[in-house]
């Protein structure tokens, strides 16, 4: 139980030691990788008006300045032009350095990553103890100058004049403070800089630490307290530069071994595998749920702290600020999409327990293809480039588009369920129930959101998408439910029912043509909304993918079911029917579903089956299932002369005595291939 607390503990910090380097893209995300909005602005050229694009650092430049002062043409702007997009093209670069850095950080190995939180602490150690020491100095000559008759805090020490060493607004006390918190600071620093540890440079380190709170005591010239601060910073730099230097080799072979692995892993399984194992170490979906839960942490703090008691505050405009900032970038958007994917697997979990399913892959498909969806319909809609009223609206429709996707995956659950209850005459009642149960659900709530959508907004291209998706589950069901009734009503009967497939046939392919025209409908729908409303590269793609995968394949799919049907009924047509004495005389079952035959089509193999299970089985092969010989054959009449030229008359011969023999004994005959017929030619030769 500890190891498995232990290492539940490790991945949980590894988890986390991955979270803040998605707040550094985050943040450049934010500001738009160091790009500035452009501004309009008005340009007098040769006394008339022209219409420019200027970044934001020059419009500042420009305020106030109007054509008829005419001062615009004073300003050299082709100068400041080419200066701000030089200086904006710099911090481009710094911001992309910063990302990829980043990204780096991320994709480390743990161990890897725990030596680079130790750099990292080290440093900011320095940092603050740099802060804390200029802010000490600056108490101690500010006290300095603002008393003339004031005394060094080693004169009042050895005065013994304690009151006035902790006077509160002396600065005795901040020296003091200043004095444990740099003791601390250093012990971190010794206690995790990865340079060589050798006892000199350890003790020159605590020194270096505290060397401003020990000048601070003693009555030393303003000029050197003012230094103090930088000076003592100077060697735990130095000690993290060599670190830096010490380990560039090491840091470059391990970058070239990851490449090296990566490169062998592709040439070896392919990149999809290289994804999958990458996304499995990293724990990508659970980084990216922590992150976004704690970027809507910070914003709920910093809500509840400027706004809370306000007569505006509630705690609808909160979750509605939430909902508008958790998607303003991209790593955002990631971020939600992982808690989206993480709430639509336990939904599909719930489903499941209602249908007492145990099934883990449905459910883990669910939250993965939810997922998707949702960042694709995420990107196509432009989300993160909206303004903030727009994008909420965008989001909620967002939502609802999902909402009826996942309506669609759940009908996937339920449906082969049903499929089984009925054709396996399972007679447990309470599965049944609970099966009939999530139908009535998928036909009751989506009549319901289309009855709501449609009295409270008017008519749109969003508003048909959903509609078209919510009509489309609804069919869906309906047609499971037919065919789940039927198998249910053949269960009953005693008899074979041999119209049973071509209802079945007839009642998917009624369910299938709806879904392809509800597939053609929303390709123009999309098409009209590429035009029309809001176009995008990932829109084109996206519409191109669901008109080959949605359209054509279906549609090819579906022809050649159609074809394959209407020749395997040709082929069954031109078979003779057998009689009913032929029948009673028999008095078998069929050979491929093992039911009495009331009605039966006999093979040029002289074998009987029911004419819908030989249907069936002409889907897969035009060969007998019982002797492999070829059940349909359109022979040309030169083919017959020959067949019927190359048997001799002692062969003819044989024919007829063997199915005479056949006959004597009650047995159908299997043709030329049958194992028997060697044998019975064999007793004809004996018997002349």
């Known amino acids: 139980m500890l190891t498995t607390i232990r290492n539940k503990a490790l991945n949980f910090a590894d988890v986390v030691m991955r979270v803040p380097p998605l707040f550094i893209i985050d943040e450049l995300l934010r ?17 008339e008006f022209k219409v420019v694009s200027v970044p934001d650092s020059i419009v500042g430049s420009l305020v106030g300045i109007t054509p008829e002062v005419g001062l615009l043409h004073q300003l050299n702007l082709s100068q400041h032009i080419y200066q701000s997009y030089l200086l904006t093209l710099f911090k481009f670069i710094l911001c992309c350095l910063a990302c990829e850095a980043a990204l780096c950080g991320i994709m480390l190995q743990k161990k890897h990553l725990v030596v680079v939180y130790l750099y990292l602490i080290s440093v900011g150690v320095i940092f603050v103890s740099y802060w804390s020491n200029v802010s000490t100095m600056k108490a101690v000559i500010w006290y300095a100058t ?15 004049d304690i009151p006035k060493v902790l006077n509160p607004d002396g600065p005795g006390v901040v020296v003091i403070r200043n004095y444990i918190l740099q003791c601390t600071l250093a012990l971190i620093f010794c206690y995790v800089h990865l340079a060589p540890r050798f006892s000199i440079i350890q003790k020159s380190l605590v ?12 009555p030393i010239p303003i000029t050197v307290l003012n230094h103090a601060p930088v000076f003592a910073t100077l060697l735990p730099l130095a000690v993290s530069k060599f670190v830096i230097w010490y380990n560039s080799v090491a840091m470059g072979r391990i970058i070239y071994s990851g490449y090296q692995h990566a490169r062998t892993f592709i040439s070896s399984y392919g990149l999809s595998a290289l994804v999958e194992a990458e996304w499995s170490r990293l724990n990508v979906p ?33 979750v509605r600020t939430l909902l508008i900032n958790g998607c303003e970038t991209l790593t955002a958007v990631l971020g939600m999409t992982s808690v989206i994917s993480f709430i639509c697997h336990y939904i599909g979990c ?42 909420l609206v965008r989001l909620c429709r967002n939502f609802c588009l999902l909402f009826t996707a996942l309506l669609h995956f759940v009908h996937n659950i339920v449906n082969p369920l049903l499929m089984s209850l009925s054709a396996s005459h399972n007679p447990a009642l309470h599965r049944h129930f609970r099966a009939l149960l999530v139908c009535a659900f998928l036909i009751m709530f989506p009549v319901y959101l289309l009855v709501l959508l449609w009295s409270q907004y ?35 009967r005693h008899t074979f029912w041999e119209q049973l497939d071509d209802y079945v046939y007839y009642i998917r ?17 999309g098409l009209w909304i590429l ?74 193999c002289n074998h009987y089956f029911h004419g819908v299970c030989l249907r069936k089985w002409l889907y897969v092969q035009d060969r007998c299932p019982l002797c492999h010989d070829i059940l349909y054959k359109v022979d040309s009449p030169q083919d017959s002369k020959d067949n019927v030229s190359a048997l001799t008359d002692q062969e003819r011969r044989n024919e007829d005595e063997i199915d005479e023999l056949y006959q004597n004994q009650g047995l159908q005959r299997n043709g030329l291939r049958s194992p028997n017929y060697r044998r019975y030619v064999e007793q004809l030769n004996e018997d002349r």
């Open 509 to 525: 392919a009624f369910g299938n043509t709806v879904e392809f025209a509800f597939g053609i409908f929303l390709f123009f729908n």
């Open 531 to 604: 035009v029309y409303e809001s176009g995008g590269l990932i829109r084109a793609v996206m519409m191109c993918v669901h008109a080959y995968f949605n359209i054509w394949c279906e549609a090819k799919a579906g022809w050649s079911v159609f074809m394959k049907r209407r020749t395997a009924v040709n082929k069954i047509n031109s078979l003779p029917e057998a009689r009913t004495e032929q029948l009673m005389q028999l008095d078998d079952v069929c050979a491929i579903c093992y039911q009495e035959m009331s009605s039966a089509k006999i093979t040029r």
């Open 458 to 492: 008017s008519v749109s291209t969003w508003l048909l998408a959903v509609s078209a998706f919510s009509i489309e589950v609804i069919v869906k069901v309906l047609v499971s439910l037919a065919i789940y009734s039927l198998f249910l009503y053949d269960a009953c």
């Open 146 to 160: 603002a008393n003339e008759t004031a005394t060094s805090i080693l004169d009042d020490v050895l005065c013994l």
């Open 286 to 318: 659970c980084v990216l749920r922590i992150f976004w839960m704690l970027r809507v942490g910070e914003q709920v703090i910093q809500i509840m702290g400027n706004h809370y008691g306000e007569d505006t505050f509630t705690y609808y405009v909160m």
């Open 31 to 47: 500001i738009g990788l160091g790009l500035p909005g452009e501004n309009i602005v008005l340009e007098d050229v040769n006394n």
């Open 207 to 218: 020194f270096s630490f505290m060397a401003p709170s020990i000048f601070a005591v003693l």
């Open 350 to 391: 719930f489903f499941q327990w209602i249908l007492l399913n145990d099934d883990e892959e449905d459910s883990k498909s669910i939250g993965t293809v939810s997922a998707i969806l949702f960042y694709i319909l995420a990107l196509q809609t432009g989300l993160t480039s909206l303004d903030r009223e727009m994008r």
